[in-house]
């Protein structure tokens, strides 16, 4: 059980406290991310400008101070003129008075009774260096103030030099070197947030996609999403969900074929009743009105006994997948029971006017097998390869044996399984016929797998069904003739209608 805070009770009862109890993923990259960016870009904005400031504010002392140091050892005299470039270079006012308090010279003309009480004032507390503190208020400005004594004159007397430098301009000028740091910062600062934000809806986006590709599995919706670009873990994950779904969709469609063939099972009993009782009384009625009515045509009975047998087979089939049994292995000829399987579709074919023709040794493969479950496979391969090949179409079986193995090859000219099927064709009720069940394939193959062999297909100049058991329930006693019976020689088959 996870343990809550002690002011867990509060979130729900608010609606801040609700929204902190969810918190996407987008914010939890982009908040901490964003306020440690915050804090360093605006830590060092400010110290830059701070820095900045105070360098200014250093460099404009050290320029008065050499100004004034300068001036105070200048062997010429400082008329009004050398006073204004003075002003034009450093941006400050001077004046210059005399020991009583008298404006010798100046940039700006001090009132009369404030220069004598200033001088005096100055020379009693001296202010020969720059200092931020020291300021005074004159014709309506503030200043920044410092004083010194210039060589002695002719007349013996040492005149004062005041530098006033306005406050106004110091401030514009600490402005104009704090805010430069500060813009960069904001800008740097805005630019680290987009980027985040871009980072966050990157990583987040294919996140909110699995979470909606989730919801729709849950849903029952198998359907996979596009794989990211970036190779990364999260193109990974949509992989793996991807591969999931996919499973999920392959069980799915598992559960419904089991589903189907479980009431197909529980079916088949009732239905076993009255289909084999109907067709095993249609087949002892014709046989007992053939040994009655000899002058009849013989014929003609012949061919409904074959096509009860058929129908026979076919009820066989069905059932075999509701309830598969285990083979009754024996050992037969297989060419004897190919030409019992071909004698039931022989009408069917001629009615259709296609041609069948037998390939391969006319005795010596035996196989042990369960003969009727064989003759149902070849009659399921037959039936499907007359549908195929349409009118005045060509069908072959061909037999063929190894020392390993069997084989048993139904083909015809036909245009095959549509290419959707695929490997599909051989599942339960899987078919491109509108009227059909799709279970002939699947009892074939469960046959041939039963026999611990195998049933397979290809598409070439014919469409060919091949059924091979393997050895150990096969045995060849025809010996090197049985080996003629190779693909070359397929083309050159003789078809004849009979």
């Known amino acids: 059980m996870q343990r809550l805070g002690p002011m867990s009770w509060v979130l729900p009862l608010c609606p801040i406290g609700r929204f902190f109890m969810r918190w996407p993923l987008r914010y939890q990259i982009l908040v901490p991310f964003a306020a ?91 202010a020969e260096r720059f200092d931020v503190e020291r300021t005074l208020s004159m014709n309506g400005q503030t200043y920044f103030y410092l004083w010194t004594q210039t060589r002695p004159t002719s007349d013996g007397g040492r005149p004062t030099l005041h530098i006033l430098y306005p406050e106004a301009r110091w401030r514009e000028t600490r402005f104009a070197a704090f805010v430069p740091p500060l813009v960069i910062g904001g800008a740097a600062l805005a630019v680290v947030s987009v980027v985040s934000l871009v980072i966050s809806r990157r990583l987040s986006g294919p996140i909110g996609q699995l979470r909606e590709q989730v919801s729709h599995i849950a849903a029952g919706d198998y359907r996979s999403i596009e794989r990211p670009e970036r190779n990364d873990e999260l193109r990974d ?21 089991t589903e189907r063939l479980s009431v197909l099972g529980q079916l088949s009993g009732g239905l076993a009743h009255e289909l084999r009782n109907s067709v095993a009384g249609a087949r002892l009625a014709v046989q007992l009105h053939q040994r009655a009515c000899n002058a009849g045509d013989a014929e003609s009975l012949s061919v409904a006994l074959r096509q ?143 026999h611990g062999g195998r049933i397979e ?8 069904f091949e059924v091979v058991l393997p050895h150990g329930d096969v045995r060849r006693d025809g010996g090197a003739r049985h080996d003629a019976v190779v693909a070359d020689a397929l083309p050159t088959a003789n078809f004849t209608q009979e």
Do not use: Y
Request: glycine letters at 8%.
């Open 36 to 126: 440690v960016m915050v804090l360093a870009i605006a830590g060092a904005s400010i110290t830059s400008a701070v820095l900045a400031a105070r360098r200014t504010e250093a460099q404009l002392a050290a320029q008065l101070d050499g100004l004034a140091a300068t001036l105070r050892e200048a062997t010429f005299p400082l008329s009004e003129n050398v006073l204004r470039q003075m002003r034009g270079l450093s941006g400050a006012e001077f004046f210059v008075t005399a020991a009583d308090g008298r404006t010798l010279a100046g940039t700006v003309e001090p009132p009369e009774r404030f220069s004598v009480q200033f001088t005096r004032d100055s020379l009693a507390t001296g």
């Open 237 to 257: 994950l949509v992989e793996s969900v991807n591969s999931l779904a996919a499973q999920l969709d392959a069980m799915q469609q598992v559960l419904r074929r």
């Open 457 to 464: 297909w290809r598409r070439g100049d014919e469409t060919c």
């Open 308 to 450: 009860l047998e058929i129908t026979e087979s076919q009820l066989r089939r069905f059932l075999a997948v509701g309830k598969p049994s285990p083979p009754n292995r024996a050992r037969f000829e297989l060419r004897t029971l190919v030409d019992e399987v071909v004698s039931l579709v022989r009408a069917t074919a001629e009615h259709r006017k296609i041609a069948i023709a037998v390939q391969g040794p006319a005795d010596g493969i035996e196989i042990e097998a369960d003969r009727d479950q064989i003759s149902q496979v070849l009659l399921n391969l037959l039936l499907n390869a007359i549908e195929a090949a349409g009118a005045n179409g060509r069908v072959r079986v061909v037999l063929s044996a190894t020392a390993s193995e069997a084989r048993m090859q139904v083909c015809d000219n036909g245009s095959g399984p549509v290419a959707e099927l695929g490997e599909k064709m051989f599942e339960p009720f899987v078919t491109s016929k509108p009227e059909g069940v799709g279970l002939g394939l699947a009892v074939a193959r469960q046959i041939a797998e039963g």
